[in-house]
T-cell receptor, first 112, second 111 residues
Framework: KAGVTQTPRYLIKTRGQQVTLSCSPISGHRSVSWYQQTPGQGLQFLFEYFSETQRNKGNFPGRFSGRQFSNSRSEMNVSTLELGDSALYLC???????????FGQGTRLTVV | GDSVTQMEGPVTLSEEAFLTINCTYTATGYPSLFWYVQYPGEGLQLLLKATKADDKGSNKGFEATYRKETTSFHLEKGSVQVSDSAVYFCAPDTGRRALTFGSGTRLQVQP
């Protein structure tokens, strides 16, 4: 059974640009959550999707957005990138909301 | 809201030493409790879990017991190996929203 796949693994962008990250959950999983991990702030919750609907959202500015498609794949988008957006972005999938979460390897975003 | 307090790292141990990483939480209701591990350059992996009071989760020699009276879920291992070097995260899950993670505790095991 394939795990959670995040693409790309590494990304370098310039301040002011926008970026889209992708997450393919485990087959059959309908819930996808996104987290930002930085050395200073640790793991912070971004948003959670279930059946194409955003169920929960963390405390991030509107520059951070996401969506989920009918096949449960999810994307997150960050517009007008800032240096502080440099982080490891982790995606987790679970069968339903509130069941065990399986994490991808993450996308390492560097903003220069 | 939910919160987690983990002991500060890094924790540096010699191989075969005993490990304890403390975790206490604040959450509404009766959360499930998880320990996740993150190896260098990787995402998080579920290490163990406990879903109700007095349950003991265990995996790969690691154990943690759900203590409702002290709202704690301390991680222990009797004899650590170099391969256990990683960052460990405690996380309660109340079921109302996504996981709330502790700050993580880096474990370094020296040969």
């Amino acid at each position: 059974k394939a795990g959670v796949t995040q693409t790309p693994r590494y990304l370098i962008k310039t301040r002011g640009q926008q970026v889209t990250l992708s997450c393919s959950p485990i087959s059959g999983h309908r819930s996808v959550s996104w987290y930002q991990q930085t050395p200073g702030q640790g793991l912070q919750f971004l948003f959670e999707y279930f059946s194409e609907t955003q169920r929960n959202k963390g405390n991030f500015p509107g520059r951070f957005s996401g969506r989920q498609f009918s096949n449960s794949r999810s994307e997150m988008n960050v517009s007008t990138l800032e240096l502080g957006d440099s982080a490891l972005y982790l995606c987790a999938s679970s069968l339903y909301v509130n069941t065990e979460a399986f994490f991808g390897q993450g996308t390492r975003l560097t903003v220069v | 809201g939910d919160s987690v307090t983990q002991m500060e790292g890094p924790v540096t141990l010699s191989e075969e030493a005993f490990l304890t990483i403390n975790c206490t939480y604040t959450a509404t209701g009766y959360p499930s409790l998880f320990w996740y591990v993150q190896y260098p350059g990787e995402g998080l992996q579920l290490l163990l879990k406990a879903t109700k009071a007095d349950d003991k989760g265990s995996n790969k020699g690691f154990e943690a017991t759900y203590r409702k009276e002290t709202t704690s879920f301390h991680l222990e291992k009797g004899s650590v190996q170099v391969s256990d070097s990683a960052v460990y995260f405690c996380a309660p899950d109340t079921g109302r929203r996504a996981l709330t993670f502790g700050s993580g505790t880096r474990l370094q095991v020296q040969p």
